[in-house]
């Protein structure tokens, strides 16, 4: 996984729960952390990481990945250059998730493998297919959800079905809480 997202990872952790807590989730991990934003680095340490926030917080792993998506979005869309169009409504932004800013990544980080996003219009919203051999539809979730404080409109997302571990099928609609 690219450093940059541990950079985004340790931020949101820092600001939220402040410096010595990021310091604690490494040594709990065993890890060192000097991520820099084009390494690339073991997914297994996100894993880790995220099993120590767990174990902190009580909270599930599910549910803290999720939270670091949500949290996460703003930091991403910071690290994009301005030059990248960006979708000025909730649907179209989910779209180019796909069609246009994980391409950005491509471009920016070389050698990264962002997931894949299938977008298909469903009479009710949007439904979105995440696949990838990551296994973090948890993150994804997260971050779709954090379109809605994005674009400070009500966007719900629902997970409507699991193809299995890896994969996920959400339901993203416009104007429900
Ligand atoms: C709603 C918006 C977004 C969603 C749902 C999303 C989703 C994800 C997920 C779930 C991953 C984890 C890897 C995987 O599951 O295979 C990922 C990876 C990544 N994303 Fe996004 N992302 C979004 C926006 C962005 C933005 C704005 C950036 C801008 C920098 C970005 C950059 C990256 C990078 C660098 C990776 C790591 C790829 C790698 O290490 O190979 N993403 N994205």
């Known amino acids: 996984?690219?450093?940059?997202?541990?950079?985004?990872?340790?931020?949101?952790?820092?600001?939220?729960?402040?410096?010595?807590?990021?310091?604690?989730?490494?040594?709990?991990?065993?890890?060192?952390?000097?991520?820099?934003?084009?390494?690339?680095?073991p997914d297994h340490e996100l894993v880790a990481?995220?099993?120590?926030?767990?174990?902190?917080?009580?909270?599930?792993?599910?549910?803290?990945?999720?939270?670091?998506?949500?949290?996460?979005?703003?930091?991403?869309?910071?690290?994009?250059?301005?030059?990248?169009?960006?979708?000025?409504?909730?649907?179209?932004?989910?779209?180019?998730?796909n069609d246009i800013i994980h391409p950005e990544v491509l471009k920016l980080y070389p050698a990264s493998h962002p997931p894949v996003f299938d977008c298909k219009d469903d009479g009710d919203g949007l439904m979105v297919r995440y696949r990838s051999t990551r296994r973090l539809p948890d993150l994804a979730h997260g971050l779709l959800e954090a379109v809605d404080d994005h674009f400070e409109q009500s966007v719900s997302v629902e997970r409507i079905a699991d193809d299995d571990e890896a994969n996920a099928v959400f339901l993203v609609r416009v104007g429900e809480a």
């Open 1 to 41: 996984m690219k450093g940059v997202l541990f950079n985004v990872v340790q931020e949101v952790v820092e600001e939220t729960y402040g410096e010595d807590t990021w310091d604690d989730l490494l040594d709990d991990a065993g890890l060192e952390g000097a991520y820099t934003a084009l390494g690339d680095y």
């Open 49 to 97: 990481l995220v099993a120590a926030a767990s174990l902190r917080t009580g909270l599930g792993p599910d549910a803290v990945l999720r939270t670091v998506g949500r949290l996460a979005l703003p930091r991403l869309l910071d690290r994009l250059p301005p030059t990248v169009p960006l979708a000025d409504e909730p649907m179209a932004f989910v779209r180019s998730v």
